[in-house]
T-cell receptor, first 115, second 115 residues
Framework: DQQVKQNSPSLSVQEGRISILNCDYT??????FLWYKKYPAEGPTFLISISSIKDKNEDGRFTVFLNKSAKHLSLHIVPSQPGDSAVYFC??????????????FGSGTQLTVLP | GAGVSQSPSNKVTEKGKDVELRCDPI?????LYWYRQSLGQGLEFLIY????????KSGLPSDRFSAERTGGSVSTLTIQRTQQEDSAVYLC?????????????FGPGTRLTVL
């Protein structure tokens, strides 16, 4: 039973355009969401996060949007750059629950930015 | 400073053998996590250590899996009588305090292949 789902295993966009990566979750106890980026042979690195009390968080070229009623979040990258090509993982945790420390991950989306 | 390191980077073993995977967290980080990523899947939580508290073992898939953290620093994940379904990338992460919104820093992982 996947509690965090990334339904698109891959996405290709042209350099300079917007990349939109999507993530859905089913556990209503999740109240903190994160995006991680992973290059081959490296561990995931934290990119951006959002608390459930917000619906948007922006950091430079990266913006995360949260729609709680739809249990959906998305990561926007604009403008996309070739160096953004990586696997992007959506992750969630429930801060107010007993298992707040562990992250629940989606299966990842491979983003390829074409020059 | 140095990040999370893991060894070996790759391990090939025969079915039925025991394996040990090592994680060196970031110095001063009190919390340590083990995850694994099977092919085409997201990262799956295995176990969490926080200081001297009893570890959270709720993610361990079977009693063939165990982990130790000696002296509050280095951790070893042991898989006994390995099975082919144990083949995965095993990732270790550490965080400063283990707090709910603490960032987890990941190591590069150990790729385990069970023949």
């Amino acid at each position: 039973d996947q509690q965090v789902k990334q339904n698109s295993p891959s996405l290709s966009v042209q350099e300079g355009r917007i990349s939109i990566l999507n993530c859905d979750y089913t556990n209503s106890m999740f109240d903190y969401f994160l995006w991680y980026k992973k290059y081959p042979a490296e561990g995931p690195t934290f990119l951006i996060s959002i608390s459930s009390i917000k619906d948007k968080n922006e950091d430079g070229r990266f913006t995360v949007f949260l729609n709680k009623s739809a249990k959906h979040l998305s990561l926007h990258i604009v403008p996309s750059q070739p160096g953004d090509s990586a696997v992007y993982f959506c992750a969630a945790k429930g801060l107010s629950s007993g298992s707040a420390r562990q992250l629940t991950f989606g299966s990842g989306t491979q983003l390829t930015v074409l020059p | 400073g140095a990040g999370v390191s893991q060894s070996p980077s790759n391990k090939v073993t025969e079915k039925g053998k025991d394996v040990e995977l090592r994680c060196d967290p970031i110095s001063g980080h009190t919390a340590l996590y083990w995850y694994r990523q099977s092919l085409g899947q997201g990262l799956e939580f295995l176990i969490y250590f926080q200081g001297n508290s009893a570890p959270d073992k709720s993610g361990l898939p079977s009693d063939r899996f165990s982990a130790e953290r000696t002296g509050g620093s280095v951790s070893t994940l042991t898989i006994q009588r390995t099975q082919q379904e144990d083949s995965a990338v095993y990732l270790c992460a550490s965080s400063l305090t283990g707090g709910a919104s603490d960032e987890q820093f990941f190591g590069p992982g150990t790729r385990l292949t069970v023949l």
